[in-house]
């Protein structure tokens, strides 16, 4: 058995009309189209198509006393501790 969840909604009167001129067309319930549109609307992927790292290689050199096995000392050295 499926349960159902009363709840209120403040739709903007355009929407509303949208929504119920929908429900018309389709001879359905207003509830079952809000719930088909959400049901839409929640399965859909937020949009990322994944990350891209761009890598921007500079040319540098290294600093007198850092060791780059030792992270306490170069965290020391990058803020200003040494």
Excluded: H
């Amino acid at each position: 058995m499926l349960s159902c969840m009363r709840t209120t909604l403040e739709i903007s009167d355009e929407i509303f009309r949208q929504l119920k001129r929908r429900a018309a067309d389709e001879g359905a319930p207003v509830r079952q189209v809000v719930e088909n549109a959400l049901r839409v609307y929640l399965g859909k992927s937020k949009g990322r198509k994944g990350y891209r790292l761009r890598w921007n290689s500079e040319r540098g050199r290294l600093q007198p006393g850092v060791q780059l096995d030792d992270r306490d000392t170069l965290f020391d050295v990058m803020d200003g501790r040494r």
